[in-house]
């Protein structure tokens, strides 16, 4: 063998020798790092998937309430608890109080409904406005410096409104901060209803002289629902011109007396028709909604 061959040679297996000794390096080190606890953590924690949220308004306990003509809505989150406290002659300064924990009945919110407007005493006192969820603006009080709040108004939604803190600090306080954002205060609509209306049936025209007219008289959801129609038909002389099938009367207090619609029952369609305003085309949606009550009548 030539002596050049031999270099070559030794070269070569100098090149493969080198080429193992790296790969049994690196080898190593992988199987080093990829113990390592911390490695591991990183890895597991690595993912192309998004990342879970939590939603708020999914985990919270809706709330509702009726007090007089005032309706009180709030989202409550499903790790607090709360309970409505009773009024009685000790308590006789609030028409309604509701209680809020989280750990402990000891640390606690309560939103009140005074009998007259909520009033703060001004020495040391300092407030924040901070928005609502539906827009309008609520009043954190604070006194003498202290981080903690004290009272939360709500004066633009309602005066005799407010939420006192007895007690919560650090995390707690500020969470109900937070839920009190989600709260609605509105005059109740079933409220304004009953003061249009006592009562309100719908019955048969009673065309047919075999059997008399029948009638069924509508409950309080089923007279929400009616006026909820009617109030948002857009009613033309030129509409309808058959004769009801049905009659819608109510007694008014606005009126002061019966007020009367008719039902005008064709293959596809409702009409409803007043003598005073003309007649409106219901939707599907609405037909639908008639079509419930109406299948009342013959039970």
Known sequence: MSKNKKVIIGILIAVLIIVIGIVVVYKVIEKNVTDREDFKFTVKNISSDPIATTNNEKNAQSYSKVIDNI?????????????????????????????????????????????????????GRTAENIPLDNGEQATIGYYDGNKKWSDISFYKMNKNIAVLNYGLIDTESDEVIEFIKTINITENK?????????????????????????????????????????????????????????????NSQEKEGFM?????????????????????????????EIDKIIKKIDN
């Open 71 to 123: 309706k009180l809505e709030l989202n409550i989150p499903s790790e607090w608890k709360y309970e409505e406290m009773p009024q009685n002659k000790e308590n006789d300064f609030y028409k309604y109080a509701l209680k809020f924990y989280k750990n402990s009945e000891e640390q606690y919110a309560v939103l009140y409904f005074y009998n007259n407007q909520f009033g703060v005493c001004g020495t």
């Open 190 to 250: 079933d409220s304004e209803i009953n003061n249009k209306v006592t009562t309100i049936s719908i019955q048969e025209t009673g065309l047919s002289s075999v059997a008399p007219a029948k009638e069924y008289i509508l409950n309080q959801e089923e007279i929400y629902t009616m006026f909820s129609i009617i109030d948002n038909l857009k009613f033309s002389n030129e509409t309808c011109d058959g004769l009801p099938t049905y009659f819608i009367r109510y």
């Open 260 to 288: 009367t619609y008719g039902i005008e029952v064709f293959e596809s369609a409702y009409h409803i028709t007043s003598d005073s305003k003309g007649g409106a085309i219901l939707s599907t949606e609405q037909k639908e």
